[in-house]
T-cell receptor, first 112, second 114 residues
Framework: GQQVMQIPQYQHVQEGEDFTTYCNSS?????IQWYKQRPGGHPVFLIQ?????EVKKQKRLTFQFGEAKKNSSLHITATQTTDVGTYFC????????????FGKGTKLSVKP | KAGVTQTPRYLIKTRGQQVTLSCSPI?????VSWYQQTPGQGLQFLFE???????NKGNFPGRFSGRQFSNSRSEMNVSTLELGDSALYLC?????????????FGQGTRLTVV
């Protein structure tokens, strides 16, 4: 079945360093969504990318959607302790009407 | 606008019992999806309801069931609980479908089966 893979599983950085998480789908996606889950919290929507090659920025966060619409990345510049959490990518299940398939997530820890 | 409300927040049940979890979506949202989150498996899709109809179902045993009411509130039920059912159960609401629009998640229900 369709799979969404994310790497790395964990990332430990020093505050101020950059961070990148990568997402790969086994099938072409119509769109990709990114969510952040703080420790003890619930997933919160960050952004949705739809177009091939699309790049979107939110302050220090840069999101990219690959040309083939099968991969995506999230890059955080100059991490802060508030960036701590798990970042998930999710893509629609091509065979269903109402399912998002989530990657396993990248857990980011930031050392002050 | 009130967010997605899940009740209860925490639950401890014994193996073999059954449990019912509730989710009230954002007002006006007709789609409610349920996910199971565990450290090992991540977020796994259970089922999705839209206008009181189950539109899609994930790969979970029949012990997991759900329903949606006319006011879009949804419940999920797990019968004959097993230790492996211990997880955070999240519901997500959207106006049409989480596949193409932002999914708003509730705080989740933390279920512990002992």
């Amino acid at each position: 079945g369709q799979q969404v893979m994310q790497i790395p599983q964990y990332q430990h950085v020093q505050e101020g360093e950059d961070f990148t998480t990568y997402c790969n789908s086994s099938t072409t996606l119509s769109n990709i969504q990114w969510y952040k889950q703080r420790p003890g919290g619930h997933p919160v929507f960050l952004i949705q990318l739809v177009k091939s090659g699309e790049v979107k920025k939110q302050k220090r966060l840069t999101f990219q959607f690959g040309e083939a619409k099968k991969n995506s990345s999230l890059h955080i510049t100059a991490t802060q302790t508030t960036d701590v959490g798990t970042y998930f990518c999710a893509g629609p299940d091509g065979g269903s009407q109402g399912n998002l398939i989530f990657g396993k997530g990248t857990k980011l820890s930031v050392k002050p | 606008k009130a967010g997605v409300t899940q009740t209860p927040r925490y639950l401890i049940k014994t193996r073999g019992q059954q449990v019912t979890l509730s989710c009230s979506p954002i007002s006006g949202h007709r789609s409610v999806s349920w996910y199971q989150q565990t450290p090992g498996q991540g977020l796994q899709f259970l089922f999705e309801y839209f206008s009181e109809t189950q539109r899609n179902k994930g790969n979970f045993p029949g012990r997991f069931s759900g329903r949606q009411f006319s006011n879009s509130r949804s419940e999920m039920n797990v019968s004959t609980l097993e230790l492996g059912d211990s997880a955070l159960y999240l519901c997500a609401s959207s106006d049409l479908t989480v596949m193409n629009t932002e999914a708003f998640f509730g705080q989740g229900t933390r279920l512990t089966v002992v």
